[in-house]
């Protein structure tokens, strides 16, 4: 307790003995009170109090299997003691110091040059405490590159690229830009239509094309097979920036460092934030390459176009380094690919299982979704409209695996009729054939309203 705090003030010691009573009641008048009570209409509204890379235990000390990551964000694991490890060793050094030397930021920027598609992205940009943020970057630093004669950005409708102002007008769903108009200039083009990409980008004010290499919140969406390698020759052809979203698809989590590696990809930009930092951090930004930098920042009239007070804290950068370091010392990028392989098989036998109820699973190493059929007549009844109906589905079986069975994973937000898996990247063949076996319970469950 403080003691020279206002009446009411809670400190770190007094926070940490809350009940979840009292903190339900704090967030229900300080906060966003109607995401908590859907969180708990959907049973998915926990407070864990301790991890260990895999597993949660919750304050009654109940086990819970990690097959979600914090949406891909906890990719080395929960409470990684290496990380955090890594990120004490910084703590005395000040946080905050604009200008000079940054030994930590310069070597996460020396080791994401190092890590980027054939070395070429070889300029790194941080500042943003989310994906949105660095999405923001990435725009500013592409419009700035046009010096002004490219006024438009282009995307792919069903993509997510952010909630704030500028990344709206990429995110291709317009259910999160209720009352944002007018927009950024931007185009929202067919899924995997290259003519209609060309016909777009042959006007030549589009200055870039903002791609998922993987539709995350879309439903884990794959680009058709060669759409990838042709939108780099067309954004090419017609002098158009690529910048490749790799927030939910990068840092090992395919399979690959970066997704676009799949494909043969050389972006000129690729935009991170999520696993970058391991998930205990707020980090995000994008490399670059030394073309588009230069072009945009390559000036003393515009290197401050776009810098933020914590862009390159210590504490944050070792973080990113050790969650670098942590996937090469542990093998994580090919464990992804193996173990992806794994869980995909499993799920497409259970699929086979249950045809009225699984309509498709994809995805790429440890980014998996699994789509549903339309929901039967007794769902249709339980909600009332065909609407509802299609999202409750992956809304209900999500419950169950995460209510009856605690394992933790989510349905995608713009397509609530997909569950995605995203565990972490060293996640046990333990949690795998529990999830797995759940899994299976859980549709078994369902498909008796078929």
Request: proline share 4%; aromatic share 8%.
């Amino acid at each position: 307790m403080s003691n020279n705090a206002p009446a009411g003030f809670i400190s770190v010691d007094d926070a940490l003995k809350l009940d979840k009573a009292q903190i339900r009641e704090l967030q229900m008048k300080h906060q966003n009170g109607v995401k908590l009570e859907l969180a708990e209409m959907l049973g998915a509204a926990r407070m864990y109090v301790r991890g260990d890379n895999d597993k949660l235990w919750d304050e009654e000390g109940n086990l819970h299997y990690d097959m979600i990551a914090g949406v891909g964000a906890m990719g080395m694991g929960n409470s990684n003691m290496f990380i955090w490890e890594q990120m004490e060793k910084v703590k005395h050094i000040p946080n905050f110091y604009p200008l000079g030397y940054h030994h930590m930021a310069s070597s996460l920027a020396n080791n994401l040059a190092i890590t980027s598609p054939e070395g070429k992205l070889t300029r790194m940009w941080t500042g943003g405490g989310g994906g949105a943020e660095a999405n923001e970057g990435a725009i500013k630093l592409c419009k700035m590159a046009a010096h002004g004669h490219r006024s438009r950005i282009a995307s792919v409708m069903g993509a997510y690229h952010g909630k704030t102002a500028g990344s709206l007008a990429l995110t291709g769903s317009e259910k999160w830009k209720k009352y944002q108009f007018p927009l950024m200039p931007a185009a929202n083009l067919p899924f995997g239509d290259l003519v209609a990409l060309e016909d777009c980008l042959k006007t030549r004010d589009v200055c870039a094309f903002f791609i998922e290499p993987i539709q995350g919140e879309g439903g884990i969406k794959l680009h058709p097979e060669g759409y990838l390698k042709a939108v780099r020759e067309l954004c090419t052809k017609y002098g158009t920036y690529l910048v490749c979203d790799e927030i939910q698809t990068g840092v090992g989590r395919t399979g690959k460092m970066w997704a676009c590696e799949h494909d043969g990809v050389v972006p000129d930009v690729i935009v991170f934030a999520k696993g970058i930092s391991g998930g205990f951090m707020p980090l995000a930004g994008y490399i670059c390459t030394e073309e588009i930098w230069n072009a945009a920042y390559g000036d003393p009239e515009t290197c401050f176009h776009h810098t933020v007070t914590f862009g390159e804290s210590p504490l944050t950068c070792a973080a990113g380094i050790a969650s670098l370091q942590y996937i090469y010392d542990n093998d994580l990028i090919a464990q992804s690919a193996i173990k992806g392989e794994q869980i995909k098989g499993r799920l497409q036998e259970i699929a086979d299982k249950y045809p009225k109820v699984i309509k498709e699973v994809r995805g790429r190493g440890l980014m998996i979704g699994i789509e549903f059929h339309l929901a039967g007549k007794t769902l249709k009844e339980m909600v009332g409209n065909r609407a509802a109906a299609q999202e409750a589905i992956g809304a209900r079986i999500a419950s169950i695996l995460m209510n009856t069975y605690n394992v933790q994973v989510m349905f995608t937000i713009n397509n609530p009729i997909v569950i995605r898996m995203l565990p972490p990247l060293a996640v046990t063949q333990e949690t795998i054939d529990y999830a797995m076996k759940a899994f299976d319970s859980a549709c078994a469950e369902v498909a008796g309203d078929f």
